[in-house]
């Protein structure tokens, strides 16, 4: 069995979602570090559109974070993420569903718009980890790509403020959600809990976000994490990151590991 390669961006919650589940499964697997704007050609070339992450599992090419869970899940189904009870299977999958909708756009788009005056955090946080000519040349291109991923993603000042609603209106749902075992679905942790918790990694900033948790986020979005660091919600997403985040399982490429699945901590790339 061919080891699992995910290509990613570094510091963003849909695909620290996917890497997570690779983790969370103790499977060894290969990462790919993208560049925004220079992966256009790359991930088009795979998947004929432009997002990730992408999953190459077995010879099959698996976009969507969820679709990458969904195939994980089948392929290695312990230790699971979806629950056994029917019922209960279909709550975790439906909250899955309302947080991909409902928060995973709305907290990106607030937080680029946010960030926009700050280009050097950006670099820091989904650059810095590319060669010194790529990163060169993406801040030589960053006056034309800036611009582009805006429109891509309708980031403007009155999308912005409904983007921050929305995602008061997904910390609202989680903690009206939330059982007394402190999970979302079963009574433990399911997918449910991976997804809420990883979406909300932008504002949480949990010191085991495997890239990039230690920056210093720029004065605005600072405040508001300062504002809301008191919800349950907020605090509940520290917590499941503290406890059931783990080990990277990464491995460099063209390290073997018996079934795919790591036997040690695995081995980091730079």
């Known amino acids: ?12 919650h849909y695909n620290e979602k996917a890497r997570w589940a690779l983790d969370f499964k103790h499977l060894a697997h290969i990462r790919h570090s993208l560049v925004p704007g220079f992966h256009v050609p790359v991930v088009k070339r795979m998947t004929g559109q432009t997002q990730v992450p992408v999953l190459k599992l077995n010879g099959a090419i698996i976009t969507d974070s969820s679709k990458i869970i969904e195939a994980l899940e089948r392929a290695w189904p312990e230790p699971p993420l979806y629950p056994t009870d029917a019922e209960e299977r279909r709550r975790a999958l439906e909250l899955e569903d309302y947080f991909d909708e409902e928060l995973g756009p709305y907290i990106r788009r ?4 946010e960030a926009r005056d700050y ?8 650059v810095s980890h590319a060669s010194t000519a790529v990163q060169l040349a993406r801040r030589a291109m960053s006056p034309l790509i800036a611009p582009m991923m805006r429109r891509m993603m309708d980031i403007n000042p009155e999308s912005a403020k409904v983007a921050y609603l929305k995602m008061l209106a997904a910390m609202d749902r989680l903690e009206k959600d939330l059982r007394s075992s402190g999970y979302l679905a079963a009574d433990r942790f399911t997918v449910a809990d991976l997804t809420a918790a990883a979406l909300l990694s932008p504002i949480v900033r949990p ?12 004065p605005p979005i600072a405040k508001v994490r300062a504002d809301l660091e008191p919800r349950l919600a907020f605090q509940w997403a520290l917590r499941i990151y503290r406890e059931h985040r783990g080990k990277s399982t ?20 730079s």
Do not use: I
Not at 250 to 269: C, F, I, L, M
């Open 250 to 269: 990464e491995v460099a490429e063209g390290k073997n590991a018996a079934r795919g699945r790591s036997q040690s901590e695995a081995t980091k790339v």
């Open 1 to 12: 069995m061919n080891t699992p390669e995910l290509w990613q961006f570094t510091s963003s």
């Open 110 to 113: 607030w937080f680029f718009y």
């Open 119 to 126: 280009p050097e955090f950006f670099h820091a946080a989904f």
């Open 207 to 218: 010191p085991q976000f495997p890239y990039g948790s230690e920056l210093v986020p720029p």
